[in-house]
């Protein structure tokens, strides 16, 4: 048989049409890449003020897999692509869009705004330093990752190093510092920043007195080598200087007394640090030669 130009034309019409056809008899017409809670029409939104380090966009129940992402602006944020969900980090302030390819041909776009402001905000937010006590050599903030950081500690700067496994950055000093030194953290990433300021605080104390013959032990904290112990008694005054440091821990001192004194004695116990500050000062009464200060309750009755 021949074959004329309008027989092989319509042959190749009906082909066509069978090809095209062919999708709606699979079922996969209409494949698509669909998400939770994601209305088009917002978008994800970063809202200044939020506590909001990233979003999780999940797939819908029967939606495609994801095969890939691309389109968005990468300086504003960064997409972590997983099969059935995405998470979504950010950068700056701004708008962009993603553009989600499926694994059977769907496609979905992404709308990410984040509002101005979010960035700077969100860097303190994120910012956590750890009160420094004296005789600290080492400074905690916890965090996220920065572009870069200034740790300064009365006139003396240092550079914030790596972001460690810990989510913490650890900034170790050259020195003891004074009481009440003050110190200021300037966090950078990008064009964004943040500061945080605080001081040097003492967390030296005592606890317990005890008498003894000729003598008196203080069950002392956070004391430091070079730090002095002071007992104002009846008009007179006792010392002991501390030759070991015994950081974030507690201590039994003994002090010798010129006599044992009474089983209700009054006494005034000032610590001083070797800069000649006062760490902790307060008069006390023993009763039948014992003194310790009562236990904090951290959960009181009829708190909630």
Not at 72 to 100: A, P, R
Not at 172 to 196: E, F, N
Not at 206 to 227: P, Y
Not at 262 to 275: D, E, R, S, V
């Amino acid at each position: 048989m021949k074959l004329t130009f309008r027989k092989m034309l319509g042959i190749s019409a009906a082909l066509l049409l069978i090809l095209a056809c062919f999708p709606l008899l699979s079922g996969k017409a209409f494949a698509a890449v669909e998400f939770h809670d994601y209305d088009p029409s917002e978008g994800v939104r970063f809202e200044t003020g939020a506590d909001q380090p990233g979003h999780t966009l999940g797939i819908k129940d029967g939606s495609e897999k994801i095969s890939s992402v691309e389109g968005y602006d990468k300086s504003l944020i960064k997409v972590e692509k997983h099969d059935d969900y995405l998470w979504i980090t950010v950068f700056g302030d701004g708008t962009t869009t993603i553009t989600v390819h499926g694994a059977e041909g769907g496609t979905a776009d992404v709308k990410v705004i984040v509002e101005e402001g979010f960035m700077s905000h969100s860097i303190k937010e994120w910012m956590d330093m750890d009160q420094i006590w004296f005789g600290s050599k080492k400074i905690e903030v916890s965090g996220r990752s920065v572009t870069s950081g200034t740790l300064t500690v009365g006139k003396d700067k240092y550079k914030v190093p790596k972001l460690g496994s810990d989510h913490k950055y650890v900034v170790k000093l050259k020195k003891i510092y004074k009481l009440g030194t003050k110190i200021t953290l300037k966090m950078k990433y990008g064009k964004y920043s943040a500061t945080m300021k605080s001081k040097i605080f003492s967390a030296s104390s005592f606890s317990e007195v005890q008498r003894s013959k000729k003598a008196l032990k203080l069950r002392c904290h956070n004391m430091h080598k070079g730090d002095i112990i002071k007992i104002s008694y009846k008009g007179k005054t006792y010392k002991k200087k501390l030759s070991k440091s015994f950081n974030d821990k507690d201590k039994t001192i003994k002090i010798k007394m010129k006599k044992t004194v009474k089983k209700n004695a009054k006494l005034t116990i000032t610590i001083k640090n070797k800069y000649k500050q006062v760490l902790y000062k307060d008069t006390v009464k023993l009763k039948n030669g014992f003194f310790e200060y009562p236990e904090e309750d951290e959960d009181p009755e009829g708190d909630e």
